[in-house]
Structures are given as C-alpha cells and as structure tokens.
T-cell receptor, first 113, second 114 residues
Framework: DAKTTQPPSMDCAEGRAANLPCNHS???????VYWYRQIHSQGPQYIIH???NNETNEMASLIITEDRKSSTLILPHATLRDTAVYYC??????????????FGKGTKLSVKP | SAVISQKPSRDICQRGTSLTIQCQVD?????MFWYRQQPGQSLTLIAT?????????ESGFVIDKFPISRPNLTFSTLTVSNMSPEDSSIYLC???????????FGSGTRLTVV
C-alpha cells in the first residue's frame, strides 16, 4: 500500500502558484519523498525529490516539514500544460524492494484559464 | 535521462490469446520495471527484472500470467498470457538510469481485450 495521502483533486488558476500537499506520517529516516506527474495518455514524469531539505529545480519546489511527516510541491506559475495527476511517493534510499516506486491515487490538478 | 521505446503502442486482442510487449532503452540499466494501469486507476507495479535472473513479482502477479524476459541490459519483454477483458489496461515499462535519481517511463502499451 502507498505510504502517502493526497487530496484527490485541486484546481488552480493559470499563472498562479499551485501548492500540492502530501502527508507521509510513517516515513522513515532512510526514505526519500519523490514527486511524479502523469499527463493524460503519457507515462509518468519525474519532477523532484528530497530527503529533508527543501529542494528547487526548473520545474518545481519541494518543501518538506521539519518532522518530515508532510511535504508540499509548488509549481510557481502554473500553466494549462501542468494539468495532470501528481503523485507523491515515499521511496527507500537503499534500493531493493523498499526502493521501488509504489504509486498511490495522486492528486488530479486542473489548471484553469 | 534514458529514452524508452515501447512497442506496440496499442493493440486489440482476442480473449485467450497472448501479447508480448517490448521495452528498449537507449542505455544500459540494471533493473527494469513493469507496471499496469487499469482504466481510471493509478499505476501498479507488476515485477522488477534484472538481467540474468528471474523477475521478482509483486503480490497478486504470477510468472505464468506475466512472463518476463530480460536478455540484456537494454531490453525486456512482458507477455500477457491467456488474456481476458480484465487484462485491458495500459502496460508501462520503467528504468532508473545510472546516475539519475528519477525513474524514466515509456509511453505505455494500451491493451484492449475483446
């Protein structure tokens, strides 16, 4: 079973920041938080990941709480092309079966004009 | 990251038949992963495939139904055997390229069993 909880859906206005929350209260010290998204009819796409520090790349920012029990993915200026299902995944650091990507239900983000 | 070519992109098959899906990667990878995505659902991991050893299947998936081959470090196949309409899904392969944190996914095979 997935180790994360996400809202099933969210709306965001085009050009505004999209903040997608994720709860992972049972995360262990050797597990990363990964974010992927799946645009309709495509395979999932890696966005970002983090262990305990906040991370930023060209696609998004990841804010992880100090206790690591929750995180927020931020798309700073959402566009219509960001409409997708966003998956928050907890993944083991050292590979093996704990290193597999196990997908939950995700959040369906709809960016509206 | 790696580029994955998955074939066929879609197929319509008769029940009771088998379909073999191919996954070709443009770089050598240690492990390849096969997922199933049923209509309107999230992805479910079927199995992981290492070159030179038998695939490791997740709970609910068996080798007789989903045999996997991994003949080299850039190629794998997944066969969906004795198909029924319940096997209608998108099947995706995935890899973790060396030196890259993220997994790369193929575009999937959309299978319809009639």
């Amino acid at each position: 079973d997935a180790k994360t909880t996400q809202p099933p859906s969210m709306d965001c206005a085009e050009g505004r920041a999209a903040n997608l929350p994720c709860n992972h209260s049972t995360i262990s010290g050797n597990e990363y938080v990964y974010w992927y998204r799946q645009i309709h009819s495509q395979g999932p796409q890696y966005i970002i990941h983090g262990l305990k520090n906040n991370e930023t790349n060209e696609m998004a920012s990841l804010i992880i709480t100090e206790d690591r029990k929750s995180s927020t993915l931020i798309l700073p200026h959402a566009t219509l092309r960001d409409t997708a299902v966003y998956y928050c995944i907890v993944r083991g650091r050292y590979g093996g079966s704990q290193g597999n990507l196990i997908f939950g239900k995700g959040t369906k983000l709809s960016v509206k004009p | 990251s790696a580029v994955i070519s998955q074939k066929p992109s879609r197929d319509i098959c008769q029940r009771g038949t088998s379909l073999t899906i191919q996954c070709q990667v443009d770089s050598q990878v240690t492990m390849m992963f096969w997922y199933r995505q049923q209509p309107g659902q999230s992805l479910t991991l079927i199995a992981t495939a290492n070159q030179g050893s038998e695939a490791t299947y997740e709970s609910g998936f068996v080798i007789d139904k989903f045999p996997i081959s991994r003949p080299n470090l850039t190629f794998s196949t997944l066969t969906v055997s004795n198909m029924s309409p319940e096997d209608s899904s998108i099947y995706l392969c995935s890899v973790q390229p060396t030196g890259y944190y993220g997994y790369t996914f193929g575009s999937g095979t959309r299978l319809t069993v009639v």
